[in-house]
Nanobody
Framework: QVQLVESGGGLVQAGGSLRLSCAASGRTFSAYRMAWFRQAPGKEREFVAAVVSWSIGSTDYTDSVKGRFAISRDNAKSTLYLEMNSLKPEDTAIYYC?????????????????WGQGTQVTVSS
């Protein structure tokens, strides 16, 4: 069992930046692949970014955030991060971190077993 708690969301103007954190507890964090998803009102939850289980390794991003967002993890602190720059109003959503046992990258919600409660990100125009 893994418990995930997100933080760092808030209200920001377009063009601004936010850094989300996801603190994990329970099992060995380094054994889990991690990802960020988001869900806007009236829309399905969508993939944002993923990172492999080791601290320095491969990452994957949905096209709309490439070059603006950066996912990273610190296995020593059992924490996942999402650095978000050049934010746009269409980035407004609840952001969730997700975890699953395993090594590689994954984009589907069904690939992940554990979810945080989410943190709200609102970007004003």
């Amino acid at each position: 069992q893994v418990q995930l708690v997100e933080s760092g969301g808030g209200l920001v103007q377009a063009g601004g930046s936010l850094r989300l954190s996801c603190a994990a507890s329970g099992r060995t964090f380094s054994a889990y692949r991690m990802a960020w998803f988001r869900q806007a009102p009236g829309k399905e939850r969508e993939f944002v970014a993923a990172v492999v289980s080791w601290s320095i390794g491969s990452t994957d991003y949905t096209d709309s955030v490439k070059g603006r967002f950066a996912i990273s993890r610190d296995n020593a602190k059992s924490t996942l991060y999402l650095e978000m720059n050049s934010l746009k109003p269409e980035d407004t959503a609840i952001y969730y971190c997700a975890a699953a046992p395993g090594w590689g990258l994954a984009r589907l919600t069904s690939d992940y077993n554990y979810w945080g409660q989410g943190t709200q990100v609102t970007v004003s125009s």
